[in-house]
């Protein structure tokens, strides 16, 4: 059965602790692979798509990885605004399936 | 900004009534989709439209429909509203059907 499964459902850090989400996904023909960051009561930010295993991609404190099976958003030295709902999103090669996870809700404490 | 328009912001309607939610996507984005969340949960995929034509059907109740016009705008209608409907209604688009989305800011939806 096609899935996206995160961990940790929730993650409290201090400032500055770095860390990272884990998204395992189990699809048949992934086409891409997206992380968005939500705040409470907004859309989805996007922030990454991953294409292909072993591409990486960064953005100020964090950092998105793929292998074949899952993918991770690394997050260095975290700031309190970095405080949010982050979520995994499998697209297929039929361009019209979606699977979402369902979030690691992330707390940063100053 | 991510460059998506959803209007109304906010929408209070009474249980029965019908309301149609609106959406412009980026300028340039031939994709556009239709999520609701409901309080805490997670993103429900609702359907897809490409240049005009359906796509990809979601879990899409029967009372509610869709559909993409000639300037690439799209309209949600939502029908015979129960309490359980009450969510936020997001409007997401993109360039194809296997690129990235961006997310509008959603059109909150409250039924009475």
């Known amino acids: ?110 | 900004d991510s460059g998506v328009t959803q209007t109304p912001k906010h929408l209070i309607t009474a249980t029965g009534q019908r309301v149609t939610l609106r959406c412009s996507p980026r300028s340039g984005d031939l994709s556009v989709y239709w999520y609701q969340q409901s309080l805490d949960q997670g993103l429900q995929f609702l359907i897809q439209y490409y240049n005009g034509e359906e796509r990809a059907k979601g879990n899409i109740l029967e009372r509610f429909s869709a559909q993409q016009f000639p300037d690439l705008h799209s309209e949600l209608n939502l029908s015979s509203l129960e309490l359980g409907d009450s969510a936020l209604y997001f409007c997401a688009s993109s360039v194809a059907p296997v690129t990235e989305a961006f997310f509008g800011q959603g059109t909150r939806l409250t039924v009475v």
């Open chain 1, 1 to 110: 059965e096609d899935q996206v499964t995160q961990s940790p459902e929730a993650l409290r850090l201090q400032e500055g602790e770095s860390s990272s989400l884990n998204c395992s996904y189990t699809v048949s023909g992934l086409r891409g692979l997206f992380w968005y960051r939500q705040d409470p009561g907004k859309g989805p930010e996007f922030l990454f798509t991953l294409y292909s295993a072993g591409e990486e991609k960064e953005k100020e404190r964090l950092k998105a990885t793929l292998t074949k099976k899952e993918s991770f958003l690394h997050i260095t030295a975290p700031k309190p605004e970095d405080s949010a709902t982050y979520l995994c999103v499998a697209l297929l090669n039929t361009g019209n399936q979606f699977y979402f996870g369902t979030g690691t809700s992330l707390t940063v404490i100053p």
